[in-house]
């Protein structure tokens, strides 16, 4: 037995079986019938926090393409932890006479959408508006987070 081409199979069939639970849900079947559906390879936590994740993303790539924010590139981490949805600026700043402006053009988009702007988990201890600009101004991911709403 050959363990390295056993291992493509395997992590080939893991990403086949996670395409295909993000297909099922975006066609609308909960998340907790899918975490049930795939228990035997996957916890439910495992899952949910994983669709949660693209739920995120997908209301993100909408926000920003609504707002006509193009030069974002919005993905998710996958459905080993730590399961986020990062974005990441994609633009050249030679190309962008605004780029200073963007990261509250993307502010702005996302905040109807109720997410904010985060810094990827375990990064700094003081997290600001300014530090995150920083960041994704230099081109690094930040993390998008869902907003809860006040009570």
Same mark, same amino acid.
């Given at each position: 037995?050959?363990?390295?081409?056993? +291992? #493509?199979?395997?992590? @080939?069939?893991?990403?086949? +079986?996670?395409?295909?639970?993000?297909?099922?849900?975006?066609? @609308?079947? *909960? /998340?907790? /019938?899918?975490?049930?559906?795939?228990? *035997?390879?996957?916890?439910?936590?495992?899952v949910t926090q994983y669709l949660a994740?693209?739920?995120?993303?997908?209301?993100?790539?909408?926000?920003?393409?609504?707002? @006509?924010?193009?030069?974002?590139?919005v993905r998710v981490t996958g459905i080993?932890?730590?399961?986020?949805?990062?974005?990441?600026? /994609?633009?050249?700043?030679?190309?962008?006479?605004?780029?200073?402006?963007?990261?509250?053009?993307?502010?702005?988009?996302?905040?109807?959408?109720?997410?904010?702007?985060? +810094?990827?988990? @375990?990064?700094?201890?003081?997290?600001?508006?300014?530090?995150?600009?920083?960041?994704? +101004?230099? #081109?690094?991911?930040?993390?998008?987070?869902?907003?809860?709403?006040?009570?």
């Amino acid at each position: 037995m050959d363990i390295k081409t056993e +291992l #493509g199979n395997f992590l @080939g069939e893991k990403r086949a +079986l996670v395409d295909a639970i993000t297909r099922e849900f975006r066609s @609308g079947t *909960p /998340a907790k /019938a899918i975490a049930r559906t795939v228990s *035997p390879a996957f916890s439910r936590d495992q899952v949910t926090q994983y669709l949660a994740a693209v739920a995120l993303h997908d209301s993100a790539r909408t926000a920003l393409k609504e707002a @006509g924010i193009e030069l974002v590139e919005v993905r998710v981490t996958g459905i080993d932890a730590p399961r986020e949805a990062l974005l990441t600026v /994609a633009a050249d700043p030679a190309e962008m006479p605004d780029y200073e402006d963007l990261p509250s053009r993307i502010r702005s988009a996302l905040r109807d959408f109720h997410i904010t702007l985060d +810094l990827p988990q @375990g990064e700094h201890d003081e997290i600001t508006d300014d530090l995150i600009d920083s960041f994704l +101004l230099e #081109g690094d991911a930040v993390r998008l987070v869902k907003l809860k709403p006040r009570t």
